[in-house]
C-alpha cells in the first residue's frame, strides 16, 4: 500500500469507528461528538484523495504491513459510567490525534522521496492542529469540574 493510500484508509477507518460510536451512544448527547469526530476524518479523506489526483504516487514507500491508529480500536468504554463523558471522548480524541501525529512522523523519517514527505508533512501539521483543537476542548470542558463556585478559595488564571 502507498503512503497516500495508507493515510486515506486509516482516516476512513477513522471516520468508520467514530460513526459506530456515535451509532452505540446514539441516545445520548455525547454522539453528536463522535459525530463531529467522524465528519472531521471524512474532510481529511477527502483532502487526502484530492491531494492523490494532483500527485505522482509511484515511488512512494510501501506500507502494506503498517497498522494505522484505528485498525485495531475497540468501542469506546469508560471503566466508570456506561455512557463516556464529553471530556472523555476529547481525552480519547487527543489521544488517537498524538498517535496520528507520531505514526505520520515515523513514517516521514523513511520516506525518502518528496512528494511522500510532503504528503506526511502535511498530514503531520493537520494533525497538529487538530490536537491543539481537542486539547483546548478538554480545558474548556475541564474547568468548570476544577473550578469551585466561590473564587475566594484560590486564584484562577484569565480566560
Known amino acids: 500500500m502507498q503512503t497516500i493510500e495508507f493515510a486515506i484508509k486509516m482516516e476512513a477507518d477513522g471516520a468508520q ?15 453528536r461528538a463522535f459525530e463531529m469526530l467522524a465528519e ?38 469508560n471503566d466508570i459510567a456506561s455512557i463516556p463523558r464529553q471530556l472523555d ?39 497538529k492542529k487538530h490536537y491543539s483543537l481537542f486539547d483546548e476542548l478538554v480545558t474548556l470542558v475541564q474547568r468548570p469540574e476544577e473550578w469551585v463556585e466561590d473564587a475566594e478559595f484560590g486564584q484562577r488564571e484569565d480566560y
Do not use: C, W
Open 17 to 31: 469507528y467514530y460513526r459506530e460510536q456515535a451509532k452505540a451512544f446514539a441516545d445520548h448527547p455525547i454522539a
Open 40 to 77: 472531521t476524518e471524512i474532510k481529511h479523506q477527502r483532502l487526502l484523495e484530492r491531494y492523490q489526483q494532483r500527485q505522482s504516487v509511484d515511488q512512494m514507500q510501501d506500507l502494506s504491513k503498517e497498522n494505522n491508529v484505528f485498525s485495531q480500536l475497540t468501542a469506546f468504554k
Open 89 to 127: 471522548v476529547y481525552r480519547k480524541a487527543l489521544e488517537l490525534e498524538k498517535q496520528s501525529i507520531q505514526l505520520y512522523t515515523s513514517l516521514l523519517d523513511v520516506t525518502s522521496d518528496q512528494s511522500g514527505q510532503k504528503l506526511l508533512r502535511f498530514l503531520i501539521d493537520e494533525e
